[in-house]
């Protein structure tokens, strides 16, 4: 990384150390989203773990405090929300939840997975989130789900922000309408559409007269 370009080794390392912390954090049995949403102070944890962080990843570390100053600020960003809540979080594109059963045959990535797609606007989309984020770490929906943020997107094709439910398999249609059906008993009842990987692969996305949804309940 000696030659990266400074601003966009800055772009890249906050979500970078965003799976580190949380990957530290599930490694004690807790997820960062707990601390925060409970206020809890865990200032100390955080600094170990940055120092861990900046033993293993140097130059990304480097350009963390280049762009925010101190890992005070960073650690204040991140009680504020900054991860954890949608609307808050400005530095990624995207939070990202893996069921805890999900095993390397099963990520979200597979050419063979799929995912429900859901539509919700600004006010009602941190607890929407919270709502699929704790169901799919209690293993009740699929093998993960993401949400989009705050962050402007230039390749948002909606304003409203959009959460992912992705299943392992879009072929087990059994599988699929489960998670379909925890979705609706979790309150997401109007109509949403199912998309594969692969549609998503080849940059097929929804046109006038073109169908890319697989499935639509």
């Given at each position: 990384m000696d030659d990266a370009d400074p601003v966009a080794l800055e772009d890249v390392a906050y979500g970078i150390f965003e799976i580190f912390l949380n990957m530290k954090m599930r490694a004690t049995g807790t997820y960062?989203?707990?601390?925060?949403e409970q206020g809890t102070d865990f200032r100390e944890r955080f600094e170990t773990i940055f120092?861990?962080?900046?033993?293993?990843?140097?130059?990304?570390?480097?350009?963390?405090?280049?762009?925010?100053?101190?890992t005070e600020t960073i650690?204040?960003?991140?009680?504020?929300?900054?991860?954890?809540?949608?609307s808050?979080?400005?530095?990624?594109?995207?939070?990202?939840?893996?069921?805890p059963a999900a095993t390397a045959e099963e990520t979200a990535d597979s050419e063979i997975g799929g995912k429900w797609l859901i539509f919700v606007a600004r006010d009602t989309v941190?607890?929407?989130?919270?709502?699929?984020?704790n169901a799919t770490c209690t293993g009740e929906l699929g093998v993960s789900a993401k949400v989009s943020t705050a962050k402007p997107n230039p390749d948002s094709r909606d304003e409203r922000?959009?959460?992912?439910t992705y299943t392992k398999d879009?072929?087990?249609e059994e599988d699929v309408m489960r998670v379909r059906e925890r979705l609706r008993d979790l309150g997401f009842s109007e109509r949403i559409g199912y998309k594969r990987n692969i549609?998503?692969?080849?940059?097929?996305?929804?046109?006038?007269g073109k169908r890319v949804t697989y499935y639509s309940a």
């Amino acid at each position: 990384m000696d030659d990266a370009d400074p601003v966009a080794l800055e772009d890249v390392a906050y979500g970078i150390f965003e799976i580190f912390l949380n990957m530290k954090m599930r490694a004690t049995g807790t997820y960062l989203f707990e601390l925060v949403e409970q206020g809890t102070d865990f200032r100390e944890r955080f600094e170990t773990i940055f120092r861990e962080f900046e033993t293993d990843y140097a130059q990304l570390a480097e350009a963390l405090l280049r762009r925010f100053g101190s890992t005070e600020t960073i650690y204040a960003m991140i009680r504020d929300g900054e991860g954890v809540y949608p609307s808050k979080t400005t530095q990624m594109y995207w939070i990202v939840q893996d069921a805890p059963a999900a095993t390397a045959e099963e990520t979200a990535d597979s050419e063979i997975g799929g995912k429900w797609l859901i539509f919700v606007a600004r006010d009602t989309v941190d607890e929407a989130w919270r709502q699929i984020r704790n169901a799919t770490c209690t293993g009740e929906l699929g093998v993960s789900a993401k949400v989009s943020t705050a962050k402007p997107n230039p390749d948002s094709r909606d304003e409203r922000y959009v959460i992912y439910t992705y299943t392992k398999d879009w072929r087990e249609e059994e599988d699929v309408m489960r998670v379909r059906e925890r979705l609706r008993d979790l309150g997401f009842s109007e109509r949403i559409g199912y998309k594969r990987n692969i549609e998503t692969y080849r940059g097929e996305y929804s046109e006038k007269g073109k169908r890319v949804t697989y499935y639509s309940a």
